[in-house]
């Protein structure tokens, strides 16, 4: 006995369509703006959470050196993003992020800078004694 096989195209269910990667959202720099900060202050720099990212890429820097660095989604705190840089020396920041979900980039958000303040040095009047206290344990 022979068998035939008879293939009819409506019984296979079409192949479940492909995800499109998205291209993340540019996020919104939110702290610091701007502004003075005091010597050896440490800087927190905050951003908004962009959709479909999945990390970010952070530039900062001071004119002659820029220091990048990127930060996973999980640092997220309740939509807002953070990396903190302890004791900055004095001189004229700058800063942007953008937002990275795999191969894709968003572009960078807008340039914030700010300053760091040098050190207010009070020198005494010449020939004049200062007197300290004396403090005794």
Known sequence: SSYQVF???????????VAQ???????????PTGGEYDVG???LLVWSEAQFASH????FSNGSISETAVVSKTATSNGVMQLY?????????SWKV??????LE????????????????????????????IVSR
């Open 106 to 133: 968003s572009a960078w958000s807008n340039s914030m800078h700010f300053t760091v303040k040098k050190p207010v040095i009070v020198k005494p009047p010449e020939n004049k004694k200062i007197y300290l206290p």
């Open 41 to 43: 202050a440490s800087i």
């Open 56 to 59: 970010y890429k952070v530039e």
């Open 85 to 93: 840089y302890a004791a900055v020396n004095p001189g004229s920041y």
């Open 21 to 31: 990667p998205i291209t993340p959202t540019v996020p919104t720099n939110l702290f």
């Open 7 to 17: 293939q009819n195209p409506s019984c296979y269910a079409p192949p479940p369509p």
């Open 98 to 103: 953008k937002a990275i979900s795999g191969t």
